[in-house]
């Protein structure tokens, strides 16, 4: 049920991204799509943050406390499938203290259905 709830999500955070980036002026420049740092709008890229911030929760020590806020993830497209998921969570810690921690999660998306976890690979995970 949350993993539908997130899906739901991301598919909702996608059309009012694709809903901006429709709205903006047809006839301005585009960006390189081949700049690997700029952070990514796609539908891979918001899935992205979704499947990172699950692979958080599992490394929490109370993950039914975490607390992701809404639309602050930033997915950065390194190209061919590769992204950088940062942001930052609540959670309580092993005393029961609420602290926020920041986050880094590499991830490759493999191909197949993007809301399917097994669709990704984690590479690397950092929370402080």
């Known amino acids: 049920m949350k993993n539908l709830v997130r899906l739901l999500i991301g598919v909702v955070v996608f059309a009012l991204l694709l809903g ?4 903006k002026d047809p006839n301005a420049a585009q ?3 081949t ?6 709008v796609g539908p891979e890229a918001s899935m992205a943050v979704i499947i990172a911030q ?3 929760k599992e490394q929490l020590k109370s993950p ?3 607390d992701f ?3 602050n993830g930033e997915a950065t497209d390194k190209g061919n499938g590769l992204f950088v998921v940062r942001d930052h969570v609540d959670s309580q810690n092993g005393f029961g203290a609420t602290i926020r921690s920041e986050y880094s999660v590499e991830l490759q998306f493999n191909g197949g259905d993007q809301a399917d976890p097994s669709s990704w690979t984690v590479n690397s995970i950092v929370i402080q």
């Open 20 to 23: 901006v980036y429709t709205a």
């Open 31 to 33: 960006s390189d799509p």
């Open 35 to 40: 700049e690997s740092d700029a952070a990514s």
């Open 54 to 56: 699950d692979k958080v």
């Open 64 to 66: 039914s406390t975490a």
């Open 69 to 71: 806020e809404m639309f």
